[in-house]
């Protein structure tokens, strides 16, 4: 397994470098990285393996921000940070920043050696034999401010750019447990099971369950349906759901979540458990009143605007509101906004299909992929030729 290390003075570059190699492992690159240098241009071209990082006290909160973009986007990279700040407050930011392993500053031998097994250990679970993702996804939720905003289509539309325009492993959870029609925006098969065919048995929840609950839609995209009849739903509770979330992020590197606009405990454990949760309004003015009261509520909640992001969705820009107002009423900034294309979003709810393969270079899906390449930190990938898209191939 390739490692990268990058340390402030020679003398630990070579501490590192023999350490690393005890443990049987391939240096590929060793940096002496100056006082105040900056952490992005070090980190060009490092996308899997190990990265053996020390921060000193004065760069450790730029460097966090730094590599919390990278870990989001390269779910193979693990960090382990090696800083003589062992703060809690720092150590919270540090596991916020996907950092695996922190090492007190200097660091003994025996230190790195321990952390470097704990990563190694993790990397040899990450891949198994059928390809599936073990490690921690991150959920990404949608909740509409009122009902028909357009979670559901946003949602699933997100889903297949993960999947299949930025190759990700993504499951989508149907989690508008009595109403839920996410399946129709993502295929024209009726799903054989769905999330309740899990919490029925949970004490049996593995893999291979949760495996023979979902849809495969792509290789790379599965969709864990709502339950058929609005009775079962309601059996549904919070802590079951927990048990589902914790495994599909095991085996998936992002779980959508298309949630139900009236919070009870199952959406409210689902929001809790989300890293990003996407507000999805419609423009104008009684959803805008809901949507304060959304926002408001999440709040209080705790969910600062690193989780929160606004969707203005059906945007017309010569509506009668315009996104300052609306983020004066509402008291979040606008994420994104996103046009309204009805012929080409009917369509594509009629079909089954992604918009992705309809109408490839409109609005709506243009805005999504935005949306998507910030939200994973990754640039779009070129696009992919014709003949990919027509065969379903990844970029
Ligand atoms: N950007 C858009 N332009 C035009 N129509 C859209 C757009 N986004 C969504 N729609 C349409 O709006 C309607 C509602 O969308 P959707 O079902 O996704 O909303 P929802 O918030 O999930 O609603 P519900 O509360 O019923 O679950 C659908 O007919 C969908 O096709
Ligand atoms: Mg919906």
Known sequence: MNTYLLAPDAATVELLRNT??????????????????????????????????CSSQAQLAEDLETLESMT?????????????????????????????????????????????????????????????FVGTGKVVAFISCKGGSGSTFLATNMAYLIADTFNRRCVLVDLDLQYGDASYYMSQDDAKNNIS??????????????????QRITPRLNLLAAPNEPGVALAITANQLEQVLTLAKRMHEFVVLDLDSAIDAVTLKALDMADVVFVTMECNLPVVRNAKRLVKLFHSLGYGDDKLKLLVNKFQSDGVLDVKSIEQAVAIKVNHTIPNQVEAVTEAFNLGR??????????????????????????????????????????
Not at 90 to 101: F, K, Q
């Open 20 to 53: 690393v190699q005890s443990q049987s492992l391939t240096v590929k690159s060793a940096l002496v990285r100056a006082a105040g240098q900056s952490l992005l241009p070090l980190l060009q071209n490092i996308e899997s393996g190990i990265l053996l990082l």
């Open 72 to 132: 989001w986007s390269n779910p193979q990279l693990s960090v382990v940070l090696i800083s003589d700040s062992d703060t809690k407050e720092n150590l919270m930011r540090a596991m916020r920043a996907g950092i695996r392993e922190v090492v007190a500053s200097p660091p003994a031998q025996s230190d790195l050696i321990a952390a470097l097994r704990r990563v190694v250990g993790h990397h040899g679970k990450t891949r198994n034999a059928d390809d599936s």
């Open 197 to 214: 065919d899990l919490t029925q048995q949970i004490d049996r929840l593995d893999a291979q369950l949760l495996s023979s609950c979902m």
């Open 354 to 395: 992604p918009l992705e393969l309809l109408h490839p270079q409109n609005g709506v899906l243009k805005a999504l992929r935005e949306i998507t390449s910030s939200l994973l930190h990754t640039p779009l990938p070129k696009t992919r030729g014709w003949m990919d898209r027509l065969m379903g191939k990844a970029a």
